[in-house]
T-cell receptor, first 115, second 110 residues
Framework: DAGVIQSPRHEVTEMGQEVTLRCKPISGHDYLFWYRQTMMRGLELLIYFNNNVPIDDSGMPEDRFSAKMPNASFSTLKIQPSEPRDSAVYFC?????????????FGPGTRLTVL | GDSVTQMEGPVTLSEEAFLTINCTYTATGYPSLFWYVQYPGEGLQLLLKATKADDKGSNKGFEATYRKETTSFHLEKGSVQVSDSAVYFCALSWDTPLVFGKGTRLSVIA
């Protein structure tokens, strides 16, 4: 298995532009998570899905952030409009079943820079 | 709510030194405990885990024992290598998504 795939790996954009980050989870995994990592805040859970349905989006910082999972093999995280404070590494992770015991598999991350 | 506290870094050690990274947790249930490692430029990956009290997780020479009486899950390695340089995250899960500590950066110098 190729693992969790994220694209792009690096994104540089200007303030006010729309940014779309993409994730393909491991086949057969029912849960998908989006995280943001910064030096100041560490690793933050933004939103997670179960069987393509958003379960908890309380970590999404503002209405500028939105996430979708149209099918079991694809998810997007969109920022519109982007701001310099959104600069961070964004990780997608998936796991096979409910939370306890099971390993979350992380993608390599997308490093976002907003100028 | 559930939380994880781990020692602040960075930690700098010489090769072959003994490593301890402290981790304590607060949880209302009976969580599973995890150590994840993040190598430079990569995502997190599971290093080891323990699912109940007194369990010992081990992998790649690293060990951690689930201590319910002290609510701790300290990471240890007897002899670190340069290749162990990374950020280490303690985490717990009890009927919730993983709750992570802030991470401890380890640098091992030859």
């Amino acid at each position: 298995d190729a693992g969790v795939i994220q694209s792009p790996r690096h994104e540089v954009t200007e303030m006010g532009q729309e940014v779309t980050l993409r994730c393909k989870p491991i086949s057969g995994h029912d849960y998908l998570f989006w995280y943001r990592q910064t030096m100041m805040r560490g690793l933050e859970l933004l939103i997670y899905f179960n069987n393509n349905v958003p379960i908890d989006d309380s970590g999404m910082p503002e209405d500028r952030f939105s996430a979708k999972m149209p099918n079991a093999s694809f998810s997007t995280l969109k920022i519109q409009p982007s701001e310099p404070r959104d600069s961070a590494v964004y990780f997608c992770a998936s796991t096979i079943s409910r939370f306890s015991y099971n390993e979350q598999f992380f993608g390599p991350g997308t490093r976002l820079t907003v100028l | 709510g559930d939380s994880v506290t781990q020692m602040e870094g960075p930690v700098t050690l010489s090769e072959e030194a003994f490593l301890t990274i402290n981790c304590t947790y607060t949880a209302t249930g009976y969580p599973s405990l995890f150590w994840y490692v993040q190598y430079p430029g990569e995502g997190l990956q599971l290093l080891l885990k323990a699912t109940k009290a007194d369990d010992k997780g081990s992998n790649k020479g690293f060990e951690a024992t689930y201590r319910k009486e002290t609510t701790s899950f300290h990471l240890e390695k007897g002899s670190v290598q340069v290749s162990d340089s990374a950020v280490y995250f303690c985490a717990l899960s009890w009927d919730t998504p993983l709750v992570f500590g802030k991470g401890t950066r380890l640098s091992v110098i030859a």
